[in-house]
């Protein structure tokens, strides 16, 4: 088994079966508590969603590790980093379609496995408390830029019913966990059930900008900024294929929604940093801070950039 890909929760091995490929993952139980729960929650997608792949159920081994199995989707990429407007769109088109297989499941049916989980003003308070109780002195200049776009953690305190309605959310609606098709650069589907969720679309709208619209990888501050052409594409793709599910509420939220959840993740990777790496997976020391001031470099881009960001008519 190799080591593949680069999820910052779980460890991810490709193997070669008489079946075809498979992705076996260890499951980070510090993180999901209760893989049981973890896994209805993926079942209930996959049951509705129908995706090209197939998940096996997870199992506990001898030293009490679990894991679970899923088939590899053969003929296709992950874009990440997102390299061309083409890309873009079709990530948009990915994130759309995927919404829209999940507009007539009930959210209700879901388990809120991590509460709080998309939640900017929870997530500066904690970064509040690790800072002041950290040992690691090296990012009071990131802390400042923060405190800067403050503000950003109460835009999705509007998001709410009836105006912004609960539904059936991915919660980690990345590019780097859409798959496209190696040959025609089609979308082909959306990976990464872990995080479904009942909650606003707007966060998924967000993390899909987050990580499309950008000049670089998550982790590189150096020549991050916000890519305008790449937003328009992103998002025209994503409003051709779910426009027409949208509230007016929801549509005109779009433009705040990037900064918003940038602004949280980089919070998020601030805090780990701060905390001494405990969540994320890290490659090498001042990692999280690295990729704190990458998202920082983003937001500060998407920022300077507000106008740039007007909804395709
Ligand atoms: C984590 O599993 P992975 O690497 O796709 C994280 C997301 C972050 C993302 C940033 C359960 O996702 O919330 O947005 O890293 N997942 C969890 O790349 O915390
Ligand atoms: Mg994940």
Do not use: C
């Amino acid at each position: 088994m190799e080591p593949y890909g680069d999820g910052h929760i779980h460890d991810t091995y490709l193997d070669v079966t008489p079946d075809g490929r498979v992705l076996i993952q260890r499951l980070n139980t510090d993180v999901f508590a209760d893989p049981g729960a973890l896994m209805r929650n993926v079942f209930t997608v996959v049951d509705h969603v129908r995706p090209p792949f197939t998940v096996f159920r997870n199992w506990t081994d001898r030293a009490g590790v679990t894991w679970r199995a899923i088939s590899f989707v053969e003929g296709t990429r992950a874009p990440d980093p997102v390299v061309t407007v083409i890309d873009a769109g079709a990530v948009g088109r990915a994130i759309g379609a995927f919404h829209g297989a999940v507009a007539d499941l009930d959210p209700d049916w879901l388990e809120v496995l991590l509460p709080g989980f998309h939640d900017p003003a929870a997530r500066w308070r904690e970064l509040e408390r690790v800072a002041a109780a950290s040992e690691r002195a090296d990012a009071t200049e990131e802390l400042d830029r923060l405190a800067a776009h403050r503000h950003l953690a109460h835009v999705p305190t509007a998001w709410l019913p009836p105006a912004v309605p609960v539904r059936v959310a991915h919660f980690d609606a990345k590019a780097a966990n859409v798959l496209l098709d190696v040959e025609t650069g089609a979308p082909v589907t959306v990976v990464d059930l872990d995080t479904v969720m009942p909650g606003s679309w707007l966060w998924d709208i967000g993390d899909m900008v987050r990580s499309t619209a950008a000049t670089a990888v998550e982790d590189d501050p150096h020549g991050m900024a916000m890519d305008p052409e790449k937003w328009h594409a992103v998002v025209s793709g994503y409003l051709h294929v779910a426009g027409d599910l949208l509230t007016d509420a929801e549509r005109e939220a779009i433009p705040d929604a990037g900064p918003a959840v940038t602004w949280e993740q980089a919070v998020r990777f601030l805090t780990d940093h701060l905390a001494g790496d405990t969540y994320y997976r890290v490659t090498r020391p001042g990692h999280n801070l690295l990729r704190a001031r990458a998202q920082l470099a983003l937001l500060e881009s998407m920022e300077a950039q507000r106008s740039a960001m007007m909804l395709p008519r």
